[in-house]
């Protein structure tokens, strides 16, 4: 294409001229026998048409920027202030852990599970046909992390999956036989997993893992999900899927402290019963007894001064039963006693021994707990291996108590003298003495006869059926 032509100049024409054609931009027009006005308009007209498009398709294109702007910049929009005093802040959206943890109940039911379930003893064994053989703790559990110790380790498992729904842990060292010697537990936030397709790679049964955007081979990752749904490899995230409720209780907890830094409403009034108050003395008079209200001084006035103090109870703004409200929840979600982390229980609480609350503290909420841990850790093991918390040792019972069951252990045979007394940090009996497992009767010369049923009811009238008006015992 001749571009020269786009920028040619066409010679100027008379009137008088016999016409001819003209180059009007890109285009020859017929001049012949038509003044230069007339070919001049028309060159206008095709020009104005052609920029009207032109102006108009910029015009478009120029709206259309406009509004994705607009639309992106209402999709970023937040309202961070509003130009009153009153209500909290801004109600939903997502939730991180490190905010949700300015919650008091969402730090005491981490700590509750994370302490009791690290505080529980660990045991190895093996079960055999004769029983079951205690065995040493293993390395990995001997020194499992490069940071802290077995009790560490175990917090931090437990809080991921208190707060993020899920632990995961990379293996960064294996015996010889390629079973785990150490494992790091990674932030959730490292984490990303594709198990979204129907089949093949990325699928639930074959899924693919990321850590910090690199791909991962599943069998170098310990994953110990908590609440797991169907056709998911990561479990529940509890503050992910009740990120309202936190919400509305982070509100209620800001709420309720920007009212005693601000002061909420004033102290009291201060009024004069017989004379009228011009505004510079009422300016002095009110400095003055703020003053003496914040140093905390005795008020002295006169017998026409009369101050009516204003008090605000903090439950009328609902504050405390809004955040006992959020107690209860949380504690429903981690299947905690609620009066544990700051909750009300639904009726009034019989009385029972500490023992007791320890006892339904375990069967209430650690062992499912314990039980999820165990399994997991137990596939980490040789073949025929298992884990297991020692729950027992979480009871503290009262010496009299503890000795009252350890007599009845030994009473029957159920353990010997040597490990009542290792289980209260006391040396064996000298010479072996302790390691006799013959219950006392027996050891004692008493015939202890096994007991048996009768056979036929009808040799004591006690163990008789008898049979009803309207009943048929057969």
């Not at 920027?65 to 109600?91: M, Q």
């Not at 006035?301 to 009369?306: A, I, M, R």
Request: proline residues 7%; hydrophobic residues 40%.
């Amino acid at each position: 294409m001749d571009f020269g032509r786009w920028f040619r100049r066409a010679p100027k024409r008379q009137v008088s001229d016999d016409g001819g054609p003209v180059l009007v931009g890109d285009v020859w027009m017929d001049a012949r026998g038509r003044p230069a006005s007339s070919w001049r308009a028309t060159a206008r007209a095709t020009w104005g048409r052609r920029l009207g498009l032109a102006t108009r398709g910029f015009r478009q294109v120029g709206a259309w920027l406009v509004g994705v702007e607009s639309r992106g910049a209402v999709e970023k929009r937040s309202i961070s202030s509003v130009p009153w005093g009153n209500g909290g802040g801004n109600v939903g959206g997502a939730v991180s852990v490190d905010r949700a943890l300015r919650l008091a109940p969402v730090y005491a039911a981490g700590r509750l599970l994370a302490s009791n379930l690290a505080a529980a003893p660990l045991r190895q064994f093996r079960e055999t046909g004769d029983g079951v053989q205690t065995l040493p703790l293993s390395s990995l559990f001997a020194s499992p992390s490069s940071q802290g110790n077995l009790n560490d380790w175990i917090w931090r498992a437990v809080l991921s999956m208190v707060y993020r729904g899920n632990a995961v842990g990379y293996i960064t060292a294996r015996d010889y036989l390629g079973y785990p010697t150490m494992v790091e537990w990674l932030p959730m936030d490292w984490v990303q997993v594709l198990d979204s397709m129907p089949s093949g790679e990325g699928s639930f049964v074959n899924p693919i893992w990321f850590v910090l955007g690199n791909r991962v081979d599943p069998t170098d990752l310990v994953h110990i999900p908590w609440f797991t749904l169907p056709g998911k490899i990561l479990g529940l995230s509890p503050i992910g899927a009740f990120a309202s409720m936190a919400s509305t209780n982070l509100a209620a907890q800001e709420y309720m402290e920007a009212w005693h830094a601000t002061g909420g409403v004033p102290p009291g009034t201060f009024k004069n019963t017989t004379q009228t108050v011009d505004q510079a003395d009422a300016a002095v008079i009110k400095t003055r007894l703020t003053e003496a209200i914040r140093t905390r001084q005795p008020i002295v006035y006169g017998k026409d001064w009369d101050y009516s103090p204003i008090t605000v109870p903090a439950y009328e703004a609902q504050f405390i039963s809004t955040l006992k409200l959020g107690a209860t929840q949380l504690a429903a979600i981690y299947g905690v006693p609620p009066e544990l982390i700051g909750g009300e229980t639904g009726g009034s609480m019989s009385y029972s021994s500490p023992a007791q609350r320890e006892i339904e503290l375990i069967q209430l909420t650690l062992l499912p707990w314990m039980s999820k841990l165990e399994s997991h850790l137990s596939m980490l093991t040789p073949r025929g291996q298992c884990v297991s918390f020692d729950a027992d040792k979480l009871i503290r019972l009262d010496p009299l108590t503890r000795w009252t069951i350890y007599e009845k252990q030994r009473l029957i045979g159920g353990a010997n003298i040597d490990e009542i007394r290792n289980r209260e940090n006391l040396p064996p009996v000298p010479g072996g003495k302790g390691q006799d497992y013959t219950p006392l009767p027996i050891q004692a010369g008493e015939q202890v006869s096994t007991p048996t049923v009768r056979s036929d009811p009808d040799d004591d009238a006690r163990l008789r059926l008898i049979r009803g008006s309207e009943q048929n015992h057969g």
